[in-house]
């Protein structure tokens, strides 16, 4: 199985910050990656495929780039409703595999 | 509007059965694959298993494999996931997904997400 490991696994910020969260993959997975957020009690939530292709919906200060290993999804300007979990996703391969979540919390 | 519910967790002595349910409205369920991803409290998310758009088709995790059987019922719009001899490691929220695609990049995802609903294995 392609492991994901995820970091930091967490992160404390403030509003109108700019963070970084990377997900290094233990084979190439070219760009089949994709990044959730999670809130407490709710089911996650699409924000990228495809390494870089912003979901529907999404607001444009949150993007995604890498291929092969490693990936870096970043959310320039903080808001008050993106301290949440985020995760890593493959699809590259069977099983498709998470990273363990990088918790963002509010400084 | 895409919709998935999420039925039929609760608490299962160890060794037990229980059949989650996922209704799904609001697209075509018939021309997508489906998952259940689950997730033991306060830990990260797990594949579990998938099924193709006309059941003929699934995979399944090592560590339910034999034991887990996924389903589906395309007239009814419906996903199930046959949890048999349940194991305290078990214990998680389960999700069904629906696996998106997008044509211009060729790229797969899971798009829409059920609200989940928890199964607890214990005596």
């Known amino acids: 199985d392609i492991q994901l490991t995820q970091s930091p696994s967490f992160l404390s910020a403030s509003v109108g910050d700019r963070v970084t969260i990377t997900c290094r993959a233990s084979q190439g997975i070219s760009s089949y990656l994709a990044w959730y957020q999670q809130k407490p009690g709710k089911a996650p939530k699409l924000l990228i495929f495809a390494a870089s292709t912003l979901q529907s919906g999404v607001p444009s200060r949150f993007s995604g780039s890498g291929s092969g290993t490693e990936f870096t999804l970043t959310v320039y300007s903080l808001q008050p409703e993106d301290f949440a979990t985020y995760f890593c996703?493959?699809?590259?391969?069977?099983?498709?595999?998470f990273g363990q979540g990088t918790r963002l919390e509010i400084k | 509007e895409v919709q998935l519910v999420g039925s039929g967790g609760g608490l299962v002595q160890p060794g037990g059965s229980l059949r989650l349910s996922c209704a799904a409205s609001?697209?075509?369920?018939?021309?997508?694959?489906m998952h259940w991803v689950r997730q033991a409290p306060g830990k990260g998310l797990v594949w579990v298993s998938h099924?193709?758009?006309?059941?003929?088709?699934?995979s399944y995790a090592d560590s339910v494999k034999g034991r887990f059987t996924i389903s589906r019922d395309n007239a009814k719009n419906t996903l199930y996931l046959q949890m048999n001899s349940l194991r305290a490691e078990d214990t998680a929220v389960y999700y069904c997904?629906?696996?998106?695609?997008?044509?211009?990049?060729?790229?797969?995802?899971?798009?829409?997400w059920g609200q989940g609903t928890l199964v607890t294995v214990s005596s």
């Open positions: 996703q493959q699809l590259n391969s069977y099983p498709p595999t």
């Open positions: 609001g697209f075509t369920f018939s021309s997508y694959w």
């Open positions: 997904a629906r696996r998106g695609y997008d044509i211009l990049t060729g790229y797969y995802h899971f798009d829409y």
């Open positions: 099924i193709n758009t006309d059941g003929s088709t699934t």
